[in-house]
């Protein structure tokens, strides 16, 4: 598997000491460009224990591999100001569970707006997790907020291995997001009661029923029911419990995938998680970017795209339609291949797209679809004979007979799939080859 060593270098580490949270902050982007250690917030959190939670349980995430659990390295997680709201995000060691923390209510002073990492480690997540009350607490996020004095001039170094999977696993879990549906909403009780009866196994499977303000468990797939592969994957919900307000469940519009997302609301602040269709499944092998990375337009589209982007909070697709002069279509496969660079996520409570920038190498960005890129090497090579609304692709293991517009292929992937982890390579290379008008019989 492909990885590339990531260094996310501190000024000092993060802490928690008399009340003051600092978080400190590896390189970014921010509005007035890359920052070796950028500066965003500086001020109270009202909601002090169930933000101290919220963060931990992002950070949880980071650390855990869900399928086929083992100890593994610690990512830290990234976190986005957008001058309203601090957006803290994080993807598990294997790939399949997406979570994130939004925290809506911000008293003081946005000094910045930009993407980072941010330092959680041991000593940090111990003070955590004794904070309690509804008291005040005062967060910084930038290295001139820590509070710590005795490392003065010392710098945190972490080197770690990323997976090319985390960063395909972002920009896959916006598109499969952006197909949800709202499934249902429960309020505080009742969510407590509903996550609190599921099975705790990683691997245990279940279908959630809505049944009138409430879920029950369902034993199999029935109408607007939910499936949550991997019960044990949503365990970072529970120690939020005690402060939750409601509970809203996501699943696809069509009952195409049996992926969901799971959305607590807290006091000011709303965590979400996403989980994958299994759980040996990480998101980041879902194809769900493909069909629109394979068009034509859709690098250049997103140079015209990503200029209009500006760290907004929500990113409104007629506007940037109307801003960029492009249909909707092709904003949408625009942000699709800014995905890929980690450049925008999805937020289901809002309906929206949102900026960010993930401090990836982009250099690698390009290699990271390698069923894209064996598509268009076929479609280069002249492997592909158009045949109306059908093609044939000559390749090593035979000919493969291609349904256009079906997406069908008489490959073994999609006799495998069928097309539920998106198309094959060889239904890529037939499209494409049909847009550049390859060799075409009737």
Known sequence: MTQAIQAYSYAGPSVLADGKLGLSTSGGTALSGPKTHP???????????????????????ALTRYHQPRPGWT???????????LRFESFSACGGVYARLDVLELDGDVLDRGTTNVDVNGPLREALARVGGRDPLHLGVGPDELTVTTLDGAVVEKKVPLPSRWLRGFAEVQVIAAGFDLRAELAGPQAVRFLRS????????????????????????????????????????????????????YGP??????????????????????????????FSGEGAVLSDLATDEAAGDADVVGMLLNFEPTVELGLLADRSGLPIERV??????????????????????????????RDQVAQLNPRLTAARALAESGAVRVL???????????VRR???AAGECTCPWWFDHRGSRGPCKHVLAARIAARVGVEVTT
């Open 402 to 404: 291609v349904r256009i």
């Open 39 to 61: 500066r965003f917030f500086s001020g109270l959190l009202s909601q002090a224990a169930p933000a101290a939670a919220g963060l931990l349980a992002v950070a949880d995430v």
């Open 388 to 398: 109306g609304d059908a093609a044939e692709v000559t390749t090593d293991g035979g």
């Open 198 to 249: 599921l099975p705790r196994s990683a691997r245990a499977t279940v279908w959630a029923l809505p049944a009138g303000r409430d879920l029950r468990v369902a034993g199999g797939a029935g109408r607007g029911a939910v499936c949550l592969s991997g019960t044990g994957r949503i365990a970072t919900l529970l120690p939020l419990l005690r402060f939750a307000k409601a509970l809203r469940v």
């Open 75 to 85: 990512r830290d997680p990234v976190v986005t100001c957008d001058g309203g709201r």
């Open 253 to 282: 519009a069509d009952g195409s995938s049996t992926a969901s997302a799971w959305e607590l609301e807290l006091p000011g602040m709303r965590y979400t998680l996403a989980v994958s269709p299994e759980p040996w499944r990480g």
């Open 332 to 361: 949408r496969a625009a942000l699709t291949q800014l995905g890929t660079a980690g450049r925008v996520g999805y937020d289901l409570h809002e309906a929206a797209h949102f900026h960010r920038e993930l401090p990836y190498d």
